[in-house]
């Protein structure tokens, strides 16, 4: 099978995620293929090698310096056309899900996303993801060439495995429509506050909090626990809490041996970010929560009531 | 100007959810609502219009007949107009067939701005809107939790992985809002009374130009091969609080040694 592997870069680095989609690519065997789109990138290209790359498509043009999506789905579509490949895949992000999806409208290609495994049966690419709050797994194939595969952030890890990659550059219009929309303002990595993904205890703070004086709350049991404070998305976006502090599909990924998420509703983009705790434990009004279908210890009730009580019994314990 | 909100018919948030081992479709035979997700999207539609921007708020979604009813629910709120492609051949249809539909519909309606909501509350799908504007040819913000319109142009404030970007875009434009950019009003009772009497059409495949082999299942390029249940995740406690819960974590949390 001819694999093409969508490589993200930021800021000079070759992004984790597409890594390990790479590695998982050349476990699988056959032609591995990388593509590397964006300005000033050929330098990186040789390091996808190491993680199982052949080749390396490179295109570096300078109207691909912000990492938008549409140009690149220009330049895909000219490579896969050109070249043929039996798959392309991607690693979730931002950039590469609306990549991916408008690859596939643009070649009226099929595309499974959000999956977490992906197998070769019996020469068929299989592809495995869960589905209704991953509380059933659907197998998942394609019926149009090439298949397009969107790969759940987190899932696989990078390996290197030594190899080297030769670097082809190639050229591709980019059409007007793709370049309409620019970036005025481009995110840098925020580097104040505290770190979150080395802590062993973390308590998460969500929209159900009610407000962002309530966070008061979950610090206040955090400092008890001794741990970290994070947030969900809806509530950084909100403003509510710093990014820094964002657990998620978006923010970072986190696997203390203790989590505690306090009105936080567990939809997949904060689910992902979190799964890899050790001991989960939810605190939610709504009985019908996602978050419930996989914390070890989930509490139906009233936050403002529970976790100030809680703190309290916790900082009685420990003075014990 | 016209805006076009993209909405979806989802089951009941509280329904038992499954799939049909049959047809390894979910099972929508049960009650529907106006996917959460989506009502953000309308909100927005409707804060642009009440800022004067002088818009048209047209709903457009594709589902079946009965979605109809749930789907007013926009209008209560305030939305003008509302667009339902509803065809038997269209079911079943994956990201290809529907961005496919949904791009028709919208070509048809020719809007300067078209919004998605974050992803579909059944499905997880949360990629349709690039898939939609590669058809349509128009720029494309998604995850956006801020939006402007400044002389002709869009402005949005998107999260990525690495913090916040400002894109703009000129209009005619599609975006993808977050769920955290508004608080959806709620209808009011005027709203809800008068959202029967709001234009409502429904359309058919054929309507679109669109065929039944490019719709729906036959119009689809991924399949579901099988069906299985999920890795154990060991046990999983749930409780309710009684007023002892703060106790009941503490024991728990001394249980598994995480003090």
Not at chain 1, 276 to 300: H, M, Q, R, T, W
Not at chain 2, 92 to 103: N, W
Request: overall charge negative; some cysteine.
């Amino acid at each position: 099978m001819k694999f093409l592997v969508f490589v993200e870069d930021h800021e000079g680095r070759l992004q984790r995620d597409s890594l390990g989609v790479l590695s998982k690519a050349a476990s699988l065997g056959g032609e591995i293929e990388a593509v590397l789109l964006g300005s000033e990138v050929e330098g990186l290209a040789a390091e996808a090698g190491k993680f199982g790359a052949q080749k390396v498509h490179v295109l570096d043009d300078v109207l691909l310096g912000a990492p938008l999506p549409q140009p690149r789905v220009d330049a895909l579509e000219n490579l896969v056309r050109d070249r043929g490949f039996d798959a392309v895949l991607f690693a979730a992000s931002v950039l590469s899900a609306d990549v991916a999806a408008g690859l596939a409208a643009r070649l009226d290609a099929g595309l499974n996303y959000d999956l977490t495994d992906l197998v070769v049966e019996d020469g068929k690419l299989v592809g495995k993801r869960p589905a209704l709050g991953d509380s059933v797994y659907a197998e998942v194939g394609w019926t149009s060439e090439p298949r397009l595969a969107l790969v759940r952030s987190g899932t696989f890890e990078p390996a290197e495995n030594g190899g080297r990659a030769e670097v082809e550059t190639f050229e591709s219009r980019l059409q007007d429509f793709s370049l309409a929309a620019t970036m005025v303002e481009q995110a840098h990595e925020e580097s104040e506050g505290p770190s979150i993904e080395d802590a062993d205890v973390i308590v998460a703070g969500g929209r159900g909090l009610g407000g962002p004086e309530n966070f008061a709350l979950v610090e206040e049991l955090a400092k008890a626990l001794g741990g970290a404070v994070a947030a969900t998305r809806a509530v950084v976006d909100a403003g509510w809490y710093p990014y820094a502090a964002q657990v998620g599909q978006t923010g970072k990924t986190v696997s203390p041996k203790l989590y505690v998420a306090v009105g936080i509703s567990g939809a997949i983009q904060h689910k992902v970010g979190m799964q890899g705790s050790g001991l989960i434990v939810a605190i939610n009004k709504d009985p019908n929560a996602p978050i419930f279908e996989y914390a070890d210890l989930g509490v139906v009730g009233d936050l403002h009531e529970i976790v100030p009580k809680l703190s309290e019994l916790v900082r009685a314990r420990k003075a014990a | 100007m016209k805006i076009a909100v993209c909405a979806k018919y989802v089951p009941e948030a509280t329904a038992a959810r499954r799939i049909d081992p049959q047809t390894k479709r979910l099972d929508r035979s049960g009650e529907g609502v106006l996917n959460p997700f989506d009502v953000n999207a309308v909100e927005e539609a409707l804060k642009l219009r009440d800022a004067g921007a002088d818009a048209e708020v047209v709903i457009v979604s594709l589902g079946p007949e009965r979605a109809l009813e749930a789907m007013r629910r926009a209008l209560a709120m305030g939305a003008d107009r509302l667009v339902l492609v509803a065809d038997e051949a269209a079911a079943g249809s994956d990201l290809v067939a529907t961005s496919r539909i949904l791009a028709a519909a919208l070509e048809r309606e020719s809007p300067d701005l078209v919004l998605f909501g974050q992803q579909a509350n059944d499905a997880d799908g949360a990629v349709l809107w690039a898939a939609v504007a590669d058809r349509l040819q128009r720029p494309l913000i998604s995850q956006v939790a801020e939006l402007t319109l400044v002389d002709g142009k869009v402005r949005g404030k998107r999260q990525t992985e690495y913090g916040y970007d400002v894109i703009e875009a000129p209009l005619p434009a599609v975006i993808a809002v977050s769920d955290a950019i508004n608080e959806p009003r709620y209808p009011s009772l005027k709203g809800i009374m008068g959202a029967k009497k709001k234009p409502q059409e429904t359309l058919s495949l054929t309507d679109l130009g669109v065929s039944a082999e490019e719709a729906g299942e036959a119009g689809s390029l991924t399949t579901v091969e099988a069906l299985s249940d999920p890795p154990e995740r060991g046990d999983t406690v749930k409780l309710e609080d009684d007023g002892t819960a703060a106790e009941k974590i503490l024991e728990f949390l001394q249980e598994r040694k995480a003090l």
